[in-house]
């Protein structure tokens, strides 16, 4: 079993920038990976960015060339950097630990309980 703790949700102006950062304890996989999912207010969730064990990562195209995932997810930490920030990345940013199947990430070992990202224009 796992428990994952995301951290650093705000409210910022649009053009700023915000990390977020996910802890990660229990029993992790040496084959792990971890993926970023965010769900607007009334909206369906969508997966933002992923990393591997590898550190390869992969990013949605909304965020491409603004967010930035790393970290170590054998030493338990998960971060998110999120820069040029726009109204529409509001929502509630959970972190997630998975793994992969050929190129496509399944969330399949634990959720965080989300963190609020609120950007004014």
């Known amino acids: 079993q796992v428990h994952l703790m995301e951290s650093g949700g705000g409210l910022v102006q649009a053009g700023e920038s915000l990390t977020l950062s996910c802890g990660v304890s229990g029993r992790i996989s040496m084959s792990n990976a971890a993926g970023w999912y965010r769900q607007p207010l009334g909206k369906q969730r969508e997966l933002v960015a992923t990393?591997?064990?590898?550190?390869?990562?992969n990013y949605a195209d909304s965020v491409k060339g603004r967010f930035s995932i790393s970290g170590d997810i054998a030493s338990g930490m998960v971060y998110l950097q999120m820069n040029s920030l726009k109204s529409e990345d509001t929502g509630v940013y959970y972190c997630t630990l998975g793994t992969f199947t050929g190129s496509t990430y399944y969330p399949n070992v634990g959720w965080g309980q989300g963190t609020q990202v609120t950007v004014s224009s």
């Open positions: 990393i591997n064990s590898g550190a390869r990562t």
